[in-house]
Structures are given as structure tokens and as C-alpha cells.
């Protein structure tokens, strides 16, 4: 077995920069490794330093000021095109949007794999898949920092799951780590050197250390820095950094936000008393220097251009109108989400439903998403959007002419009511419209009061001695029937409804606060016909490190309606009535969302009662499933038309007409697994035991998992809905040959390509994604049955053929040797296998690499 040792790589400072260093005195080098404030560097105007902004995030860039931003989709949305130029496109609309807010630093994308699908943040990251997760990545960060705009590639690493995501430990071995957590951020190292690297809040117990992230200098400085020769900032998760000489040693560059926090506070003494050197604090601004100047930031004295030849510096952002640049992301945006639509099934071909010479149709649009579409996940990469489309008006005008139109919700997704409208209330003490507001020292006696006439949930920049909030109001109920009311926190809380309590809450929080914030509020339902409601909670306010003192309360109230039952019945009605159904179903901020993990993978409410219900009553009905992560579809089999929408950002309705009526081809591929019950899901939770999560499954990530249970035979667990990979699009296809050729150039290692040629046998010009997947030798080291090994994406004219070239990278042959701490290429005979899923493989191509030699070295 041949083996590739690993080398480290050492960063020589540039000159220029290290002269720069030589001015700058010990308070100054501290102040520059610790945040200035929640989103920007310390400047240094001397020598010429600005400060560097950052933004999240992986949806949009929302910048420091707030203002509104281009909402992409979700990031799941992005790699289920598989389409590398579409990812490079969405990385020059990120530099773009990073510019359009003055960021220097977008903190984005997610590499993390989606190893559970109950992962909170699932649908931020790319795919399940490293090889798929490293290739979009790539392409997008590559596309961003061409154009002077750095990314900040995270969570590095094994940072899967929300639940005790600051404290818990992932257990992984060597091989899991290399093979495919790391896998990813290797690749973006050595293909494009990301300018930051964000360390997760997680530890990790690998590597011979168990230790936080930050503190874990196996990974961050023999690894990340040394092993791969990495020369940017690595940079912490927002209020991660717990300690000074540890994270100091364990190779954290800079410590966000500030000035506070534990750096803030202690690294100067630290620096001064010896116990941290002045060449380990000089390597840490040595890097922030390299990233300001990448960025544009740093103007070196006696350059040409003004600033000492930083790659921002070279570029010139030519001045385009707001509007010409709104359009232009507006319809990349558009094809984007268009793209990414997966076809389930279409077994009766209802996609598109406007053929040529249509006639006018009558369509039921139904499903809570069909009247308030989930755009965005929840969480930090939140963006309010420049503008968004709604799937009834832009379907309502793609129709042929005369068509009608029938838009029903049908369903209820969520269970919190909506939003309290603060003018039905009155200060219950000055009688003035809106809501009393107190604050209350920690003895209960009161700082401040007032009455405040907006609340969007949120209090902000409280003063520091206050310890609670107490917010009272009369609320008028002017509509007959039952209403609901209630209040959303965290922390220390008593939520009184007409003097009775509702909700009661006694463990403090001032760290880990749910972003959403209370994903299940209490409520009190309110019988009476009409008349008013006394609301009075006392919330904490909460004391972060970094984010200040804020309180989180959102007030909430359902006016009475009608009933669930008459809802469904009414858009079943509508269904029966139409000469095509859309059901338009799906997730909510309630369950996707940065802050915690989903207890299961049902769809909320009554949705999958609606889809029932619905497909009886008219056999020509198309489903839609708005959601960026895996949620069980329990009907699929008794529907004839399904299709995945993502969760779309904005341009959710015109990039579902798109689809709906021909104008795009929903040309996308499931970038993880869809499993048909929860019991089979391979990884069902991340809950750590004993503050750890261990990753026992190894390698088998996603559908190697899956793979591996039905090589496994009858006994195994039952296949998934639909495998990893999978989309019909809307023409079909035959696989017609496959060759294997190695390519050698220079002294590059030599690559082999699969040349495939398909054939398009449908009547319309269609994409396909081509994959190929890799299965090991006999007798070699414990692997996965079959893996990802290359993709790529061919447009075919109808009836046409081509030949598509699929790259396959010599680490797909590759394990990594734990022993010898290298990779090695086990020898024997490899199978390839093409296709248009992990579960529908068309060619097969056999591979020898015989001992000693590496692949490409003769082999055949």
C-alpha cells in the first residue's frame, strides 16, 4: 500500500509586513487581535490600518448597519444545483452585496457536514457529502475573493448539531476527522486559502487532545496552520473565547466581538507578565495585517496603487444604479432557486402544468406556505430582504390568460400565534395607547418607566444594573370568539393573563440564548366574547459577553376564526373544484433554525392531513415541500407530483412560476438522503451524553450510512424515500458509455477524468447531473460501500447527446493512515460507478492500482 506522507508548510511573513509590526507597540498588537466592537477590527490610521468589517452571513450579507440585503436561498438550495458555476455566480453576488454594505469579511459559507438531519442548522450547510460540500464551496469562496471581498469559512470542526453546541465534546477518530469532516476545509485551504477560518464553539477529543476548539492547538496550529500552510486569520465564533494562554496556544488569531471578553480583559497582563510571548501575540496581528491588506484595508506607504498591492486594491468596482443591480441579483436569485427545485416524482407529468397552446387553467394553490411562505431559516444568517415574491402572484401571472386562481392556507404550520399588535393595548397606568415598560434593579424597585408605543419582541442597549423587564398592558378583543395570548422568553421569567399565570421560568440565562427565542410560547386561551385582557410579564434582561444587555419577549395573539376543520374542508372544496391542485407545505422559523435541534421530522401541524386530503379529492395534484432540511413525507406514494422548493429567499414566487409553468427546468438533486421514517434515520439525534457526542458511525456519513444497511441484506433497515443524488428534472435520460483516462501535467499528481456520454430522450432540451462514485478493492481497510468520487452538469439539446467530462480527485482512491500519518491509496481493483443517484447506477468502469505504485502510475 503506497503511501503520501503529510510535510508542514511554513508561512514566511512578508517584509512589508513584519516592518509594519516593528511600529506598533504592545497595546497596540493586543488591541488588534480583540474585536473593537461587535462586527469590526481595531484601526491603526498611523500606519495606515482601517478596520475590518465583518457580516454574517450564508443567506446575505446583512452588514453592520442593518438595512436591507439580497436574501439568497438557502445554502442547501446551492448545492442541490450541483452546479459549480452557479456557485461561482453566487460569489460574485456575495462580494457584490459585501461591497453594496461595506463588508470586508462575510462570514460564510458553512462547510460542516449535515450529519443528522435534525440538525438545527442543517439548512445552512451544503450536502451531507464532503467531496459535494468542498466543490460548491470552492467555487463560490474562490468566485467572493477575487473580487477583494475575503469569506470566512466555518465552524471549524465537527460542529454538526445545536444542542449544548457551546459545551460538548466531539469524539471522532483519525480517519473521520481526515476523511470527511476536515475534508472540506482541506480542500478550500489548498484550492483557494479562504482569508478566515471561524473556530467552532464545540471541543473536540481527537488528534490525542480533548480540548475546546479554540484551545485545540492539534487541529489549529499542527494541522490547519502548519500541516496545510495556512496563512490566514482563524478567527472565533462570536463569544466563544473562554480563556487567554490556552486559546492563545491553541492558535486563535482573533477573538470577536470586543472589546471585552476574555481576551479583552486579560491577554495584555498576559503579554506583560511573559505568559504569552511576544512572538506568539506577533504571529496573531501578523495575520490580521495579511487579512486587512487582502481586503483593502491596509494602505502601505509607497505603494503605486496606494495600498501596497492587497488584492482589494486591485479591484475596481464599477458604479452600477441601484435598480440595475437589485434586477441583476433579482434574477440570479430567480434561476437560482429555480434550479435548485427537485423533482421527487412526476408520475403522471403534471411539471410543467402550461404546455404549448394552453388553455386557461383553474388552480387551487393550498398550504400555509402558499399564503406566508418560510423564505429564510432562522437564527444569525437572518437578512431582512430588498424586496420578495409571493408564489400566488407570480403564478397568478404566469398563467395563460383567463386562467383563475384559488389561494386556501388549509393547514396550520405554526403554533405560536402571531405577532401582539401594540395598538390594541393601553398603558395600564397612564392610560396612553401602548404597552407599560419598567425596569427593575435586582431588588424589584424600579430604574425606569415609560410607555412604548412599538415592541418588535426585542429591547436593546439596556442600562447594566437593570436585572428584569416588566411589561404590562390592557388588551382590547374587539372580535367575538376565543383568543389566544401569551409571551415568548427565556431565562428568568412570570407571564400573568388576567391575573392567573401562564408561564413561569426560574433558570437564568446570559449565554446560549435561543435565537428564535422560545420556539414554543406559552399562551392563555381566552374564552370570553369580548371585552379586554390584563398581560403582565416580568422577563429577565440578559447579561452576554459581547452582545450587550437585551431582553427577548415576543408578545403574541390569534384572533378568533375559523376552525381548522372548516379551513380544511374549504380548501378541499376549492381542490375538487380546480383542473390542478398545488399544495404548497413545509417548515417554519419554529423549526429550522440556528439554536437548537428539531426533536423529529414531521411536518408541523395538520400539513400532512391537508396533502391527504387534497390528492383524494383531485388526482392532479402537484405538492411542494418548502424546507431546506429532510422532513418525512408519509403521502409521497399517494401523490402523483412532488417536488422540493428549499427554503427559496426572496424570489420564492417567481422562481416557483418558473417551474410550475416551463419557463426553468427544476434541475436539481437531493444533496442528502430523505429518509421514509424517523426510526430509520441513521444519526436520529445529536444529544451529547456526558457532554459528549460521539461520532460512532465513522465515515458512513448520510447515504453511506444508508448504503451500508442495504449492502447489509433483508435484514437491514428499509431504503430511504429517495436517495442522495436523486432528480427527475423533466426529460429523461440514457447513459451510454464511461471511459477512465489519467492526466498528468507537470509535476502535479496525475487526475483522472470520467468521460461519460448521455443521451437526452426526452422531447425537451433538459440538464443532467452526472455522478460517480467510487467503490474500494476487496480486502483493503474498512471503508464505505460507495462514495462520491466526482459530478458534473451537462445541457442537452432534446434527443441530443453529449459527452461530459467528470473530474474524479486522486483523494476519492485515497484513506488516511493513522499509523504512518499520511495518506495512502490501498492497492487493488477499484470500481467506478455512473449515474444519476447513488441508487440508480448505469455504467460501471473497474480501476487497478497495484502495490507501491501511486494511482496514475500505469495503472488501468
Known amino acids: 500500500m503506497s503511501s503520501q506522507a503529510v510535510t508542514t508548510q511554513a508561512v514566511t511573513p512578508e517584509p512589508e509586513l513584519l516592518r509594519l509590526l516593528d511600529q506598533l507597540s504592545v497595546e497596540e498588537k493586543v488591541s488588534l487581535v480583540v474585536g473593537a466592537s461587535m462586527w469590526t477590527t481595531t484601526g491603526v490610521p498611523r500606519i495606515g490600518l482601517e478596520p475590518v468589517v465583518l457580516s454574517d452571513g450564508p443567506v ?27 456557485a461561482r455566480r453566487a460569489g460574485v453576488l456575495f462580494a457584490a ?11 460564510a459559507p458553512q462547510v460542516n457536514l449535515q450529519r443528522t438531519p435534525v440538525g438545527g442548522r442543517h439548512f445552512e450547510c451544503y450536502s451531507e457529502d464532503p467531496h459535494l460540500t468542498a466543490e460548491i464551496a470552492v467555487a463560490l469562496v474562490g468566485a467572493a475573493q477575487e473580487r477583494g471581498v475575503g469569506m470566512c469559512v466555518k ?3 465537527a460542529n454538526d448539531s445545536e444542542t449544548e453546541r457551546t459545551r460538548y465534546l466531539a469524539r471522532l477518530d483519525e480517519r473521520t476527522l481526515r476523511e470527511a469532516y476536515l475534508a472540506p476545509f482541506e480542500r478550500l485551504v489548498r484550492d483557494v486559502n479562504p482569508w478566515s477560518v471561524m473556530g467552532a464553539y464545540n471541543g473536540a477529543d481527537t488528534e490525542g487532545l480533548a480540548a475546546p476548539l479554540l484551545e485545540h492547538r492539534p487541529l489549529v496550529v499542527d494541522l490547519l496552520k502548519e500541516e496545510w500552510g495556512y496563512d490566514g486569520l482563524f478567527v472565533s465564533d462570536w463569544v466563544a ?7 492563545v496556544r491553541g492558535g486563535l488569531d482573533l477573538q470577536m466581538p470586543g472589546p471585552d471578553g476574555a481576551w479583552g480583559d486579560g491577554l495584555l497582563d498576559a503579554v506583560r507578565s511573559g505568559e504569552v510571548a511576544a512572538s506568539e501575540l506577533d504571529d496573531k496581528v501578523l495575520r490580521l495585517l495579511r487579512l486587512a491588506r487582502r481586503t483593502g484595508r491596509l494602505v502601505l ?18 458604479a452600477v444604479p441601484d435598480q440595475a443591480a437589485t434586477t441583476a441579483s433579482s434574477e440570479l436569485l430567480r434561476e437560482l432557486a429555480a434550479r435548485s427545485v427537485v423533482v421527487l416524482k412526476d408520475d403522471a407529468g403534471l411539471v410543467p402544468l402550461v404546455q404549448e397552446g394552453a388553455r386557461p387553467l383553474r388552480v387551487a394553490l393550498l398550504g400555509p406556505a ?21 408564489p400566488a402572484d407570480e403564478l397568478r401571472a404566469a398563467l395563460p390568460q383567463g386562467s383563475e386562481l384559488t389561494v386556501l392556507a388549509g393547514a396550520r404550520a405554526l403554533h405560536n400565534p402571531p405577532e401582539l399588535d401594540v395598538d390594541r393595548c393601553t398603558d395600564p397606568v397612564t392610560g396612553q395607547p401602548g404597552l407599560r415598560v419598567e425596569l427593575l434593579a435586582a431588588d424589584g424597585s424600579t430604574l425606569e418607566e415609560r410607555t412604548a408605543r412599538e415592541w418588535t419582541g426585542w429591547l436593546e442597549d439596556v442600562r447594566p444594573d437593570a436585572d428584569a423587564v416588566r411589561l404590562r398592558a390592557t388588551v382590547r378583543l374587539d372580535e367575538p370568539g376565543a383568543h389566544e395570548l401569551g409571551v415568548g422568553t427565556v431565562g428568568v421569567h412570570r407571564v400573568l393573563v388576567d391575573d392567573a399565570e401562564v408561564a413561569t421560568g426560574a433558570t437564568r440565562v446570559d449565554e446560549d440564548v435561543v435565537l428564535s427565542s422560545g420556539h414554543n410560547h406559552p399562551i392563555a386561551a381566552l374564552a370570553q366574547a369580548s371585552g379586554t385582557a390584563d398581560l403582565d410579564a416580568t422577563v429577565q434582561v440578559v447579561h452576554a459577553v459581547g452582545y450587550g444587555h437585551f431582553v427577548r419577549a415576543a408578545l403574541v395573539h390569534r384572533l378568533p376564526g375559523s ?96 417551474v410550475l409553468t416551463g419557463a426553468t427546468e427544476p434541475s436539481g438533486r437531493l444533496p442528502w438522503t430523505l429518509p421514509a421514517r424517523f426510526e430509520d434515520v441513521p444519526v436520529p439525534h445529536a444529544r451529547p451524553v456526558g457532554g459528549v457526542v460521539d461520532y460512532t458511525e465513522g465515515t458512513d456519513v448520510g447515504y453511506r450510512a444508508w448504503e451500508r444497511r442495504l449492502a447489509a441484506g433483508p435484514d437491514g433497515a ?30 502535479a499528481p496525475a487526475t483522472l477524468t470520467a468521460y461519460v456520454t448521455v443521451r437526452n430522450t426526452g422531447s425537451r432540451a433538459g440538464r443532467e447531473v452526472v455522478q460517480v462514485y467510487v467503490e474500494a478493492p476487496a480486502g483493503g481497510p474498512s471503508r464505505p460501500v460507495r462514495w462520491l468520487g466526482g459530478f458534473a452538469v451537462a445541457d442537452v439539446p432534446a434527443m441530443g447527446s453529449a459527452t461530459v467530462r467528470v473530474p474524479v480527485p486522486t483523494r476519492a482512491l485515497q484513506v488516511w493512515d493513522p499509523q504512518a500519518k499520511g495518506w495512502t491509496t490501498p492497492p487493488g481493483t477499484y470500481r467506478l460507478r455512473t449515474g444519476r443517484s447513488v441508487a440508480d447506477l448505469r455504467l460501471t468502469n473497474e480501476l487497478t492500482v497495484r502495490p507501491g505504485e501511486e494511482p496514475g502510475a500505469g495503472n488501468q
Open 718 to 747: 428499509p431504503a430511504p424515500a429517495v436517495p442522495f443524488g436523486h432528480g427527475l428534472g423533466w426529460t429523461t435520460w440514457e447513459y451510454e458509455d464511461a471511459v477512465l483516462a489519467w492526466g498528468q501535467s507537470h509535476d
Open 301 to 318: 506607504p509607497g505603494s503605486a496603487d496606494g495600498n501596497g498591492g492587497g488584492v482589494g486594491a486591485h479591484l475596481v468596482l464599477q
Open 60 to 86: 446575505g450579507v446583512r452588514g453592520p448597519n442593518g438595512g436591507t440585503s439580497a436574501m439568497f436561498p438557502a445554502p442547501s438550495a446551492l448545492a442541490a444545483t450541483w452546479d459549480l458555476e452557479l
Open 97 to 107: 452585496e459585501a461591497r453594496r454594505h461595506g463588508v470586508d469579511v462575510v462570514l
Open 155 to 157: 465552524h471549524y470542526v
Open 241 to 247: 473565547t473562554q480563556s487567554v494562554v490556552p486559546a
Open 563 to 658: 376552525s381548522a376543520a372548516a379551513e380544511l374542508a374549504a380548501a378541499v372544496d376549492a381542490a375538487a373544484a380546480a383542473d390542478v391542485a398545488v399544495v404548497l407545505v413545509g417548515t417554519t422559523a419554529e423549526v429550522e433554525s440556528e439554536g437548537y435541534d428539531r426533536p423529529d421530522l414531521d411536518l408541523p401541524g395538520n400539513q400532512d392531513e391537508l396533502v391527504r386530503r387534497v390528492a383524494a379529492a383531485n388526482p392532479r395534484t402537484v405538492v411542494v415541500v418548502n424546507a431546506g432540511a429532510p422532513v418525512l413525507l408519509p403521502w409521497l406514494n399517494d401523490v402523483p407530483t412532488a417536488l422540493w422548493g428549499w427554503l427559496p429567499g426572496q424570489e420564492a414566487g417567481t422562481a416557483l412560476a418558473d
Open 370 to 390: 402558499a399564503v406566508e411562505p418560510f423564505f429564510q431559516g432562522g437564527g444569525s444568517s437572518f437578512v431582512q430582504p430588498d424586496h420578495l415574491t409571493y
